[in-house]
């Protein structure tokens, strides 16, 4: 029933997409679509009308003109009548003189004569004297018409008028077919952008959907989980992300386990060690000094050891929280590092490693650090050495000058080296790789940390005829 339910809410999630998506694009271009086409008709239909008034004015100012040399009321009825008997448009047009009342006295169609029209072109030609047009519907037939008006005017006076009238059910069909031509074309051009949108969502929004129902599966534990990569593209680069980061978060579910079970063990083995040597004494079953003696060298380097891993431990708790911290002063490098070979060189000598430090002759200016972490980094590379690589039973150390001013230290040991499948994660936390030495894994963490925030580099790799190489590259003092 609950995967119903979120089945049903993906559902309605991506038809709202869709439908946002629909109405954010298909409806503006449907808008600018309907705006463009209003302005096509508007402009057309202006095209064809005023070709049409233009087309009536130039015969109405040419009949006006007819009359300039009659002398007589009587003459002029006859140039009127003369007119109208050779007007040669009579089967699309009609032809009218018109009287300064406003009547109608002669028509090439008859019909009319005797009538008084009544529209605006005759009355505003009879105030103004001036050929005037109008258009709209006849007022005693109810037919569309456009007409124009001319006056005939004898020195000055307005003795007559000269109206043409033409329908306008030709322009008005033309009109019509145009539109509906057009209105195919745009409704074609918006089902084409429809459904080319439609696609084009669908391709976004199944992608989309996928990767959210795999988020969702990452978020409930199935890490590691992968999509399957569709496009090239941003959805293609989405899908790269998310693939990725399953990755990584199955990579560090499944490194932060083994770190919980190999510290477990590590924890385990030295309080094996330490209670059973202590109960052994306590209890007198050992009588010997130098047996008591070698117990308790153990249960010391054991206790040691626990000291060191929860030391570790807690530099990498505040890492992650922010709580770690420099006690940055003007140190010399030079001599903490001499101090940390110092220190382990009889310890390493007694586990039969040879410890062979190559110093350097240049003195090198006070750089900015914290004594105790480099230090601490120097030990840890050191202990890592000897951990890792102490079969090659020697083990190098150098310093020379770096850039800018800056000084390089090498660590090189001659064991097995690492695997070059395992160098890009070493220094990551947790990782312990095929390594079956005893750790917590993140010793590496914490000194590439404490190089990091010194500006530094530190740099793991294999060395030429074998062995592990680790470089650190500080910056001078200011």
């Not at 004494?281 to 003696?293: A, K, L």
């Amino acid at each position: 029933m609950a995967g119903k339910e979120n089945l049903l809410q993906r559902s309605m999630k991506v038809r709202g997409i869709r439908r946002r998506w629909m109405w954010s694009s298909v409806g503006v271009i449907l808008l600018i679509v309907v705006t463009v086409l209003a302005i096509f008709f508007a402009g057309m239909a202006s095209y064809y009308y005023n070709g049409m008034v233009s087309g009536l004015v130039l015969r109405a100012d040419q009949a006006a003109s007819y009359f300039t040399n009659y002398n007589s009321q009587s003459e002029y009825n006859q140039y009127a009548q003369r007119y109208i008997n050779n007007f040669q448009e009579k089967n699309i047009l009609e032809m009218q003189f018109i009287t300064p009342a406003g009547q109608i006295q002669l028509s090439s169609s008859g019909l009319t004569a005797g009538t008084r029209p009544g529209t605006q072109d005759i009355s505003q030609a009879i105030e103004t004297k001036m050929t005037r047009s109008w258009m709209g519907s006849d007022p005693q037939t109810g037919e569309r018409i456009l007409t124009v008006t001319a006056p005939i005017l004898h020195n000055g006076s307005l003795v007559g008028l000269a109206r043409v009238v033409s329908s306008t059910k030709v322009v008005d069909r033309q009109l019509i077919k145009l539109t509906v031509v057009v209105c195919a074309i745009a409704a074609a051009i918006m089902a084409l952008i429809y459904f080319s949108n439609l696609y084009f969502v669908k391709s976004i929004v199944e992608p989309v959907a996928r990767i959210t129902e795999t988020a969702r599966m990452i978020a409930g534990g199935s890490y590691g989980v992968q999509i399957e990569k569709r496009y090239d593209d941003e959805i293609g680069e989405l899908t790269d992300a998310i693939n990725d980061m399953s990755m990584k978060i199955g990579q560090a579910e499944k490194t932060q386990s083994e770190f919980i079970s190999s510290v477990s063990h590590e924890l385990r083995t030295p309080l094996t060690a330490i209670n059973g040597w202590a109960e052994t004494i306590q209890n007198g079953e050992v009588r010997s000094p130098e047996d008591v003696r070698k117990g308790m060298g153990i249960i010391v380097s054991e206790a040691r050891r626990l000291t060191n891993m929860v030391e570790e431990l807690l530099e990498f708790s505040r890492i992650e929280d922010g709580r770690f911290t420099l006690s940055v002063e003007q140190m010399d490098i030079k001599a903490e590092l001499e101090d940390a070979v110092y220190t382990y060189r009889e310890f390493f000598r007694r586990e039969g490693i040879e410890l062979v430090h190559t110093d350097c002759s240049e003195e090198f200016a006070p750089i900015s650090g914290d004594p105790e972490r480099l230090r601490q980094v120097f030990c840890n590379l050191l202990d890592n050495a000897a951990k890792h690589g102490g079969a090659g039973k020697r083990i190098d150390t150098s310093i020379e000058p770096g850039e800018d001013n800056g000084v390089r230290i090498r660590i090189r040991d001659y064991g097995p080296g690492i695997p070059e499948e395992e160098l890009p994660l070493v220094t990551h936390k947790f990782y312990k790789g095929s390594s079956k030495a005893r750790g917590s894994g993140i010793g590496l963490a914490v000194c590439e940390e404490i190089i990091t925030r010194h500006g530094g580099k530190l740099e793991i790799g294999n060395a030429d005829g074998g062995g592990c190489q680790v470089s650190i590259w500080l910056k001078g003092g200011t």
